[in-house]
C-alpha cells in the first residue's frame, strides 16, 4: 500500500504500489528530466518552469503533490489532485504526469522513473520544517536550476481574488507590446512590451519548446464591436420576450452596433494549417485556465479526432501519405482559440474580473497542447463578418459548451448557427470549474487562504536566507578551487 508522504521522511512505494507505472524501475536516461511541485489552478509561471525544463531534454515528467502534503507544508489547496493532474497532462511540454510525488524532492521516485535531472526555478522551496525541499537531489548533483516567471505567482493570483484588484488589467495588448501603454517611461515601456511579445513566441512553440508551433493573432476593430453585439445593419433587434429587467438594462446600455471586419495582424507565425485539417473554433475569457476549460478543449479535439476516423484518417494507407507527402503526421483538426479583451470580460462579468489579464490569460491557452492557434482580442458575440475573414477561412466548426455564464437577449452565436457550422459540447466531469468556481471557494476559505498567505511571508524571509546561504557556499567553494589552482 503507498504510504502517505510527508516532509518528515523519504517514503517509497513498494513494488507493484507506485502511483502511474511503470511499477517496475526503468534505465536512467539522462534526456528525461523531472521537475514536481502543487501546480495549484496551474498558470503560465508554472508551464513556463516546464518549457524551460523540457528544453533541457527529451522526455518531461511532472511530479505532482498529494493535497495532503500541500496541506501539511503549505496550506490548503484551491483545485483537487485530479483537477491539477488534469491541468499538467495538458501541457504541450509534459510528457506525462506522476500523481503524489513526496513534497520534498526524492532520489528514489525521480530514479525509479528514469530520470536524472531536477529542474526547478530560481527560487527556494522549504517543507514545514524550513529545510529545502531540494536538498538531496542538490546533494547528489542533479539538480538544474530555471528562471523563475516574473510577475505572476498562485500566491499573487489569490491576492487579487482577496483584494478584489484591478491594476493588473491590459486596455491594449497591441499598445502594449508596441510599448506605447504601460508604466513607466518610453524607453521601459519598450523593452517590457518586446520582453512581452517575446515570451509569447516562447510559448508558441511545440512539444520540444524549440521550433514554432502555435500560429498567434492580434485581431483589430473597435471596442464596440469586440463587447457588443454586432448586426449587419446598425439598429438593434428588438428584445425577446420575458427578458429580465437586468438583462433589458444591459442591453439598453450596451446596444447593437454594426459588424466590422477588423484587421487581423499575425504576431507569431507557427506551423499553420497542413494539408486536410478542418478548421475549428472556440472562444471564451479563458480566465484561471482551468480543468474545465481542458477538458472542453480535450473533448472538441476528440469530437474532431472521431469525425476523422469515419473518413478514413487514420488508416495506415493515409498515415503513410502524409508522412511522405509533409514530413511526418499530424492531427485531423487546426484549433483557433480566441481570447476575450480584458475590458470586455470585466463589461459583463464586473467586479474585477478577469483575475487574469489578456496577457497572461494568452500564455495558459498557448501552452495547452490542444490548441494550435490563438487570436487576442476576440469579440464576445461573433458576427458573420468576423467568421467569414478569418486568416484560414470561414472554419467548419464553432464550437460551444450547452451552458453559458450569464443570461442575455440575444445569442451570440447566432452567426455561427446562420452558417450551420455551430456545434454543442455536452457537459463533462469538470463542467463547473472555472474562474467564477476559483474565487468562491477561495472565498469560502478566506481565513484559511489568508493565513496561507500570512505565513508564505513569513516562509519567503526564511527561503531568502537559505537561498543567501547556499549563494555563499558556492562564492566560496569557487574561491577555494580558485586558491587551489591559483587562479
Known sequence: MLRRQSAKGEWIPSEGQWPVDPQQDVEVDKGRIWVDGCFDFTHHGHAGAMLQARQLGTELLVGVHSDEAILENKGPTVMRLDERITAVEACRWATRAIPKAPYVTSLPWITHYGCWDVVHGDDITSDSSGQDCYRYVKAAGRFKVVKRTPGISTTDLVGRMLLCTKTHFIQSLEKRLAGEEGPGGEDERKETGAAMLQRIKDYATDATGLAPGCDVWYWHASRPAKYRRTTQSSSADPQRPGASRADSNVNSHHHAVKEEKGKFRQLVQGKGVRPGQRIVYVDGGWDLFSSGHIEFLRIVTQTEEDLAKERGWYTDEARQQRIDQHGGD??????????????????????????????????????????????????????????????????????????????LSYDTYAPAKQLNIYREIANHNFQNVNAGEIVHRIMKSRAAYEERQRLKGEKGITEEAEKRRQELEREQRRREVESQFGI
Open 330 to 407: 499530424y492531427g485531423p483538426s487546426f484549433l483557433v482559440a480566441g481570447i476575450h479583451d480584458d475590458e470586455v470580460i470585466n463589461t459583463w462579468k464586473g467586479i474585477n474580473y478577469p483575475i487574469m489579464n489578456i496577457f497572461e490569460r494568452g500564455l495558459c491557452v498557448l501552452q495547452c497542447k490542444y490548441i494550435d492557434a490563438v487570436v487576442f482580442g476576440s469579440p464576445f458575440s461573433l458576427s458573420k463578418a468576423f467568421l467569414t475573414t478569418m486568416p484560414y477561412g470561414t472554419p467548419v466548426a464553432v464550437y460551444h459548451g450547452i451552458t453559458s455564464f450569464m443570461p
